[in-house]
């Protein structure tokens, strides 16, 4: 929290191997983030999502199955990722059980400013984010400030 | 609304001792930096550079109350930073549970 990073701890029911590959390839992304994802999973591997009309940079950090893999996206084009132009996002897997403990942290917000990041999340997410959660928001902050 | 002044919301909030002194504030409708030290586990120097800090954020606002300030929530303003941090933490959220029902899915048809 302290330097602007989302973190988050999921239990799932299935193995390492198989969230790996969900978290990872451009084929699953598409089934639970953008409409369009054409990158090679390897580190450093360049590419892009896409969501509707607008492309985002999206570039691999680290890809270990079953156990690491990390992204930077965001970042403009002609630009290499790195701190300060782009978000980062590591998933961390771990087994638990007959399943996998999955540990997912983004950050790079301080760095960029929140207007940015609440943007590129207002993109990433338009589908089924804002539709869902807007209206729990509008329940939420004056409670909490209450 | 400049990004300079979310960044300072962001890391104003970001501190666990700050939300606690938020916290603490709202509760007791105000404070200043002896009072509030008393419930906290730092000293009162310590408390008064958070409040500077949840000030220049505007999160919190001093009157001169005898030789100290007293500090209230801007509650608005609390309540859009609030705002702005649930929103990527609750994109998230949505993903992860597509990220589950996917996984699970393919791991039962696996086994089948």
């Known amino acids: 929290m302290e330097h602007g990073t989302i973190e988050r701890e999921i239990h799932i029911d299935a193995s390492p191997e198989v969230v790996f590959d ?28 896409g969501f509707g009309d607008t492309w985002m940079r999206f570039t691999v ?18 630009e290499t ?9 590591v998933f961390e897997l771990e087994p638990a059980g007959t399943g996998t403990l999955l540990r ?10 929140w207007d940015e ?30 | 609304m400049s990004v300079l002044v979310d960044d300072d919301l962001w890391s104003a909030v970001g501190d666990p001792t700050r939300r606690r002194l938020l916290d603490l504030l709202l509760n007791e409708g105000g404070g200043t930096a002896t ?10 120097q310590a408390v008064a550079k958070h409040l500077a800090v949840l000030d220049r954020a505007g999160l919190v606002h001093a009157t001169a109350a005898g030789r100290e300030k007293r500090y209230r929530v801007d509650q608005e303003r609390l309540a859009r ?32």
Do not use: C
């Open chain 1, 22 to 49: 969900v978290v990872s390839s451009p084929e699953h992304l598409r089934e639970w983030w953008p409409d369009e994802a054409e990158y090679p999973v390897v580190p450093g591997g360049s590419g892009r999502i």
């Open chain 1, 61 to 78: 950090v680290d890809a270990a199955p079953p156990r690491l893999f990390s992204f930077r996206w965001t970042h403009e084009e002609g």
């Open chain 1, 81 to 89: 990722a790195a701190p300060g132009n782009s978000f980062l996002v």
């Open chain 1, 104 to 113: 997912m942290t983004e950050s790079g917000f301080r760095e960029r400013g």
């Open chain 1, 117 to 146: 990041a609440k943007t590129a999340a207002e993109y990433a997410d338009h589908v089924t984010g804002w539709d869902f959660y807007l209206p729990r928001l509008q329940v939420y902050a004056p409670k909490a400030a209450a």
């Open chain 2, 35 to 44: 009072g509030l030290s008393e419930h906290l586990p730092v000293t009162r």
């Open chain 2, 81 to 112: 930073a609030v705002a702005q941090l649930t929103a990527v933490g609750e994109a998230w959220d949505g993903r992860l549970r597509r990220i589950k029902r996917i996984a699970e899915t393919i791991q039962r048809e696996s086994q089948q």
